[in-house]
């Protein structure tokens, strides 16, 4: 039997993370292989993308803290639990566990160890400001070394700043991703789009830390021309940002907030009704693809790298060349000077689900064949403290209790 084990932040929703575990997770079972996804996210209802709903029950929100900050106990239990969600294991069984942050590599490092298994890490988020990148950089050096990390460079970059013993001209090897969200589908949620000047779309999660910024400079746009009836479509779940919104377009006559929520699949229709989008990564890039000018959004500057296929074929950070600018002058520069009328779309073609994850596969492959693992009391050492402690043991014991009330906490800052 081969099992593959995903641990990712969590799949609740329907951003690229998920869609990239669901399309890999149609492949690996195709393939003959038994596919897991324990989560480190608390969810409260039903996953947004039905078929990864039943992954559900292997919720373990303790696992989005690093388990040097866990009681020896808890961190224990929480092996025991994964283990038991893997179901009867033989000897002769492959196991591999892909982890996508940086508390859950850890902890599939751990439970790599007890299984004898192989734990990769693919670096598929846009931060590395959790305590466990911060605090384990030998660690993720370890798999660097072992051909067992998987990134770009820009994901590097970030995860090694400040570390002397990587540099920034060492091998990379990056895992092709797909995650193909556009379909012909219909969603009566589209009626909701109505006829304007100029109607603008951003896709993705509303949590990302430009959208402020992006919410700021179309409005500026729509205060800029008022003459133009425009149009905001946002696609994405607008649950915590309603302020922000409502706050940002007051006053503006001529601007129209149309709010659609998730969209899964996404309706290539959508795409004939818009002018431009704004998106980054996944939803840039399948906008782009639908033949939309796209302007990329930068997660390191909050600001705009341009247009996708035009400016930069890169959907995530900036490639060192192109013209960053704010979102409002890159509206500009498509809905008003039509700049890029007549230039080439360079942007590669999209691979396939086969091409990608053979890929991958190929990769994990070309690691290392010996079975070495990072220490475990080199990963557990020098723990939270009484803090730490107290915090991971509410996060095991009491997740009803904690987790409510540290998104409550970020509501409150606007986090």
Request: proline letters at 5%.
């Amino acid at each position: 039997m081969h099992k593959y084990v995903f641990l990712p932040y969590g799949v609740p929703g329907v951003g690229g993370a998920e869609l990239y575990m669901l399309n890999k997770k149609h492949w690996l079972e195709k393939h003959g292989w038994e596919v897991h996804i324990i989560s480190a996210a608390y969810i409260v209802g039903r996953y947004k993308i039905d078929e990864l709903d039943s992954f559900r029950k292997e919720n373990i929100p303790v696992l989005r803290y690093a388990p040097f900050l866990c009681p020896k106990h808890i961190v224990d239990r929480v092996l025991d639990r994964m283990v038991g969600m893997l179901g009867i294991i033989d000897p002769e069984d492959e196991i591999l566990i892909e982890s996508h942050m940086g508390s859950t590599a850890l902890w599939g490092e751990l439970l790599a160890s007890r299984l004898q298994a192989k734990n990769i890490i693919a670096l598929i988020n846009e931060s590395f400001d959790e305590i466990a990148f911060k605090n384990r950089k030998d660690y993720f050096f370890f798999k660097y070394c072992r051909k067992e990390l998987f990134g770009g460079p820009r994901a590097h970059a970030l995860l090694f700043e400040g570390y002397d013993k990587y540099s920034a001209g060492d091998p990379i090897r990056t895992f092709r991703l797909v995650e193909k969200p556009v379909q012909d589908v219909d969603n009566e949620n589209l009626q909701k789009i109505e006829s304007a000047d100029c109607t603008i779309c951003y896709i993705g999660r509303t949590a990302k830390t430009y959208f402020p910024n992006i919410v700021r400079d179309v409005n500026q746009f729509a205060q800029a021309f008022p003459e133009k009836r425009v149009q905001f479509v946002i696609v994405g779940d607008i649950e915590g940002r309603r302020d922000l919104i409502k706050s940002a377009v007051a006053g503006t006559d001529n601007l129209h907030i149309v709010p659609l929520g998730d969209l899964f699949p996404l309706p290539r229709r959508l795409f004939a009704m818009v002018d431009v989008c704004i998106g980054g990564s996944g939803s840039a890039k399948c906008a782009a693809y639908e033949g939309v000018p796209t302007i990329v959004a930068d997660p390191d500057t909050n600001r705009s790298n341009g247009l996708l296929g035009y400016d930069t074929i890169k959907a995530v950070g900036w490639d060192g060349e192109s013209i960053r600018m704010s979102f409002y002058d890159a509206l500009v520069e498509v809905l008003i000077k039509d700049s890029y009328r007549g230039k080439v779309f360079r942007m590669p073609p999209d691979p396939s689900a086969d091409e990608a994850f053979s890929q991958n596969m190929e990769l994990i492959a070309a690691s290392d064949s010996d079975k070495a693992y990072y220490p475990v009391d080199a990963i557990m050492e020098n723990g939270g403290g009484m803090v730490g402690r107290l915090k991971t043991s509410m996060a095991f014991y009491m997740p009803d209790i904690l987790f409510p009330l540290v998104n409550y906490w970020n509501r409150k800052k606007g986090i």
